[in-house]
């Protein structure tokens, strides 16, 4: 069975209402050519070409570019969204430039420095 989908557009419209509904929910992301993250985290921005993630467990803040997210998964049914299940996603034409760096870790006890 194949596993669900959505765009980049859809992305973005969900960590914005998990964001604004559901801070309870995390979310859990793969980016291009890397495995998927070790831990859920929390939506802490989402702005036009990236979104910024709090991993609790591992004490850092992890900033993604929408162009670099190749599938997700949440923790807790939000809407449509089943929880564990992946979702591909498919870029809605936004995407197209070289990604430099798919991930930035920022230190939340020097957020101005990336690490």
């Keep these: 069975m194949r596993p669900s989908s959505l765009t980049t557009l859809q992305l973005k419209r969900l960590l914005v209402e998990l964001l604004d509904h559901a801070q309870e929910t995390s979310i859990r992301v793969r980016v291009m050519g890397e495995l998927w993250q070790t831990h859920f985290m929390r939506v802490v921005n989402v702005s036009d070409d990236r ?65």
């Design 51 to 115: 979104f910024l993630l709090n991993d609790e467990i591992g004490n850092r803040l992890v900033s993604f570019l929408f162009s670099s997210i190749m599938q997700i998964e949440i923790d807790h049914r939000f809407r449509q969204y089943e929880p564990y299940n992946h979702y591909d996603v498919i870029p809605d034409g936004s995407a197209g430039s070289t990604i430099l760096r798919h991930a930035l870790t920022i230190d939340p006890l020097k957020p101005d420095e990336l690490v």
